[in-house]
């Protein structure tokens, strides 16, 4: 019947990458998409297209800074760390996840 999609519902990329970069002090593009898919057991999968933008978005929003810098395999790439206005967006995104989360329980559980 197809394959099952492992899709990120839209709205929690940026819950994915700010609660992320706070397990961190910085991380390029690639290990931030590495280290959801391990935690998530293989679960969740973040494509570059969904990625990239992402960061810019919250690049531009204030809550996440990027600079330059060397990967351990000697590439360059922008790495990326959380601000302080970035870790309160990271509360208010986890508030939303958990309201959300409770209204879809509440619809699964209703007989």
């Known amino acids: 019947m197809g394959t099952k999609k492992n899709d990120i519902l839209q709205g929690t990329?940026?819950?994915?990458?700010?609660?992320?970069?706070?397990?961190?002090?910085?991380?390029?593009?690639?290990?931030?998409?590495?280290?959801?898919?391990?935690?998530?057991?293989q679960l969740l999968r973040v494509e570059e297209g969904s990625l990239y933008p992402a960061l810019h978005r919250m690049e531009q929003e204030g809550w996440v800074r990027a600079e330059w810098g060397t990967t351990e395999k000697n590439r360059e790439a922008r790495f990326y760390s959380l601000t302080a206005k970035g870790r309160k967006q990271l509360v208010e995104e986890e508030e939303s996840w958990t309201r959300l989360t409770e209204g879809v329980g509440r619809v699964m559980r209703f007989a």
């Open 13 to 41: 990329l940026a819950l994915l990458i700010l609660k992320t970069l706070a397990s961190s002090k910085r991380m390029h593009g690639y290990a931030i998409t590495a280290h959801i898919q391990s935690v998530s057991a």
